[in-house]
């Protein structure tokens, strides 16, 4: 195999690539080598090279000084799974080394980092991917399907809502804070580009957002500080003239909630939790009447629905409407899909599907819900992109 990965940064994230390349493996679809691991941490960096030994019977190179990663060994790509402060300088440094790279999400900490990284990737002519993978879920991929082919009519609204965390630690501690990523902006970054995939560009935005818990516990019951808001509630207007009605409640207690819908002239599609496998809910609505669909009628409003060789490979059919698999499995096949997209985009010569400019409109719409509420006023995300509108960020202390 001629292409040569690394990646940089072993802990959750890292780890979780790791089994998307097991997945790859398995199902004949890995189209590349990860030839080297990086962490700061030995024990994070040997984890991560004995799961990728067992996935692929070769071992990668292990290291745990990124810069001297770059200088040892022969890279053509290198995936960024770090915490979001360090996603700029490690994919500026990967670029300058003559790597593409593919960067976790939040594409960087900052949308001045962002822009910053993109213009780099574009002047030395090399791929920025960003690793978001609710997108690549099958069941998404048929809400595309289904959308574009008009089988709701014209989409006027979208709701994506969800409640759910308590005052707990998502995961890790660092995502609290605001200069290290904060909730919103992690969280939110999926449900921006989600909304965007099926509904095309959002133009404007208004948010209010809060800072319910200052504190947070985590399992071993021990506090932490949180800086960062943990919900923000607005509303957003597509260029289509559609409106999105959006909540993103990560201190929500009792009962937890998702909706992700969209509403048309023709009817409503009701789309389920990410990685749950479940069907789509889709209603039409005909002669004054409501009229519920089956998984089969879905496939023929959509006859072009077909997914891609290797999502269907990993799944396990081209023309899914529902799947059951465990939760780690779904999860390792959407970042394979990612990184086999990644790497057939630098041999092919094309952009991969999520690029540094699509990555980062998702960041800078979440930014847009964040200056909004600081404004008091809707603000439009190409003021946010520009630089125009950046107040929180600067309260942020990290804009370059
Ligand atoms: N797409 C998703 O569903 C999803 C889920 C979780 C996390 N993420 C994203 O993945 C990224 C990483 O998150 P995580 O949860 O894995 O964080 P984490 O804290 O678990 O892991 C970060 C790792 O980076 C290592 N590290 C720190 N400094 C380093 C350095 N200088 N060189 C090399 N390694 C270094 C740490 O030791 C740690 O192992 C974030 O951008 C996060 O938003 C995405």
Not at 148 to 167: C, F, H, M, N, T
Request: aromatic letters at 6%.
């Amino acid at each position: 195999m001629s292409f040569a990965l690394g990646l940089v940064g072993c802990g959750g994230m890292g780890r979780r690539h790791i089994r998307g390349i097991e997945r790859l493996a398995k199902t004949g679809t890995l189209n590349f080598e990860l030839a080297a691991v990086c962490d700061v941490l030995p024990a994070n960096s040997g984890m991560a090279a004995d799961m990728a030994e067992a996935a692929t019977g070769l071992r990668p190179g292990q290291f745990h000084d990124f810069e001297h990663m770059l200088k040892t060994v022969k890279l053509d790509g290198l995936i960024i799974t770090t915490t979001p402060e360090m996603h700029t300088g490690m994919g500026m440094l990967a670029l300058d080394a003559g790597l593409h790279i593919m960067v976790e999400k939040p594409v960087t900490l900052t949308v001045a980092e962002g822009v910053k990284l993109v213009a780099a990737a574009q002047s030395v002519g090399k791929r920025l991917a960003v690793a978001e993978n609710y997108r690549r879920d099958p069941i998404n991929r048929l809400a595309r399907a289904l959308i574009d082919k008009g089988a709701i009519g014209r989409p006027y609204l979208a709701v994506q809502s969800s409640s759910s965390a308590g005052e707990n630690v998502v995961i890790t501690p660092w995502r609290h804070l605001k200069n290290r990523g904060g909730i919103v902006v992690d969280m939110g970054v999926h449900y921006t580009d989600i909304l965007e995939y099926l509904l095309g560009p959002m133009d404007s935005v208004f948010g209010l957002n809060t800072v319910v818990d200052a504190q947070r516990r985590d399992a071993n019951g021990i506090m932490h500080p949180a800086d960062a808001e943990d919900l923000s509630v607005g509303v957003a207007q597509f260029r289509s003239g559609a409106v999105a009605n959006w909540l993103l409640n990560m201190a929500g207690r009792g009962e937890n909630h998702f909706a992700r819908m969209v509403y048309g002239i023709g009817g409503t599609l009701g789309i389920p939790g990410d990685r749950t496998g479940q069907p789509l809910r889709l209603t039409m609505r005909e002669d004054g009447q409501d009229r519920p669909l089956t998984n089969d009628d879905l496939l023929a409003l959509a006859p072009e629905y077909h997914l891609d060789r290797v999502t269907a490979a990993l799944f396990g059919g081209e023309r899914l409407t529902h799947y059951e698999l465990e939760w780690a499995t779904i999860d390792a096949n959407l970042l394979g899909i990612e990184q086999a997209d990644f790497v057939e985009a630098v041999v092919s010569g094309r952009e991969p599907e999520v690029d540094g400019v699509q990555g980062l409109r998702s960041l800078a719409l979440v930014f847009a819900f964040l200056e909004s509420g600081l404004l008091g006023r809707m603000v439009h995300v190409d003021d946010i992109l520009a630089g125009r509108l950046s107040a929180y960020e600067a309260s942020i202390g990290a804009t370059p």
